[in-house]
């Protein structure tokens, strides 16, 4: 089944505690990135990547680092998390990236 | 910076009911407009695609329209059903290569038996 798979789906750390999500597709799509969803602002995405070894910032990229050493997997790290970082991530897929968007069903993160 | 923005923020219709969904946004240079649907606790589902070029695109009772000109989008659904409901939100894509999804904050749809 083609699909996006997002790990864990629900990470409760503390302030401080280095993370990563895991987001990995299996449709051979070029271009993957992260988004989070807050309350009132609604998806905002915080990197993308084009494809292998290619990376670039949106628009909240502070306190996040991606890679992209394989097609299939494009995690996210937080080094350093702080509680302002409690939010619902969502990664995504697509074919090329004016494709249709594949998304994972998200990970719930609360940094105490 | 683009926004895009939802109007209304929730929505209540009986069962049978057609409805309309809007969607604007600011700057008109965009390569895409894709509407999604997001039910609770789940990711999204792309349910419709229009490329800049197009002026709308229909998957079974769902339409939706483009008017870049002017920065709106109309997700047209007839005959709403109870399994409609959910919360729709649409995204629109830059025109340089590589550029960002700017997402609204959704319309929360709920059909009423």
């Known amino acids: 089944e083609a699909q996006v798979t997002q790990n864990p789906r629900y990470l409760i750390t503390v302030t401080g505690k280095k993370l990563t999500v895991t987001c990995s597709q299996n449709?051979?799509?070029?271009?993957m990135s992260w988004y989070r969803q807050d309350p009132g602002l609604g998806l905002r995405q915080i990197y993308y990547?084009?494809?292998?070894?290619?990376?670039d910032k949106g628009d909240v990229p502070e306190g996040y680092k991606v890679s992209r050493k394989e097609k299939r997997n494009f995690p996210l790290i937080l080094e350093s998390p702080s509680p302002n970082q409690t939010s619902l991530y969502f990664c995504?897929?697509?074919?090329?990236?004016?494709?249709?968007?594949?998304f994972g069903n998200g990970t719930r993160l609360t940094v105490t | 910076k683009q926004e895009v923005t939802q109007i209304p923020a929730a929505l209540s219709v009986p069962e049978g009911e057609n409805l309309v969904l809007n969607c604007s946004f600011t700057?008109?240079?965009?390569?895409?407009l894709q509407w999604f649907r997001q039910d609770p606790g789940k990711g999204l589902t792309s349910l419709l695609l229009?490329?800049?070029?197009?002026r709308e695109q229909t998957s079974g009772r769902l339409n939706a329209s483009l008017d870049k000109s002017s920065g709106r989008s109309t997700l047209y659904i007839a005959a709403s059903q109870p399994g409609d409901s959910a919360t729709y939100l649409c995204?629109?894509?830059?025109?340089?290569?590589?550029?960002?999804?700017?997402f609204g904050t959704g319309t929360s749809l709920t059909v009423i038996p």
């Open positions: 995504a897929s697509s074919l090329i990236q004016v494709s249709p968007l594949h």
């Open positions: 449709m051979n799509h070029e271009y």
């Open positions: 990547s084009m494809n292998v070894e290619v990376t």
């Open positions: 700057d008109s240079a965009i390569y895409n």
């Open positions: 229009i490329q800049s070029s197009q």
């Open positions: 995204a629109v894509s830059g025109m340089v290569i590589g550029n960002q999804f700017y």
